[in-house]
C-alpha cells in the first residue's frame, strides 16, 4: 500500500487521518503434498468480527485436495450460515460449495472430505458474539487419474 499526503506550504493546519486494517489471517498457500493449517489463531481464541479469505492452490491442475478437520472449535448454529462458520469452495468465492461447518470437533471425530480441482477457496467468518479456537485443518495434496 502507499499514501501520498500533500498539503500546501501556506496551510500549516492540513492534517490526514486514515484507518488501517490489516487482516490478521489469510492469503495464498501452495501445498506440494501435505501441510497442516491452523486457522486463524490456533489454539488460541481468534478476534471478533473479521473475515479471513485464503486459497489452496495445487502446483498442477490434475491435482486436487484431501481434506480433514481434525480439531475445530467454532460457535455453534442452526445451519452454519449466521455467526462464526469456515466454508470450503472450489475455485473462488462463488464457486461450488464443497462444504460449511461450525461447532466443536476434537481429534476422535474428524471431518473428511475432497475438492473436485486444484483450487479451493476457504472464508472463515467471524461475527462480533462470541470466538473460539478456530480449526486445525490438515490437507493433503492428491494426483487425479482423469
Known sequence: MFVRFVATGTDYLSNFKAN???NDCGGTYYIPYA???KLPNYPNNYTDNMECNIHLRAYSA???YEMNITSMDIPA???CTAGDYIEFREESATGEL???FCGSIDENNTISF?????IVYITF???TQRTGRGL??????LWSSK
Open 20 to 22: 488501517i486494517k490489516i
Open 35 to 37: 501441510q497442516e493449517l
Open 62 to 64: 490434475s491435482n486436487y
Open 77 to 79: 448454529n442452526s445451519d
Open 98 to 100: 464443497i462444504g460449511r
Open 114 to 118: 475432497n475438492s473436485k480441482g486444484a
Open 125 to 127: 467468518k467471524r461475527d
Open 136 to 141: 486445525k485443518l490438515s490437507v493433503r495434496t
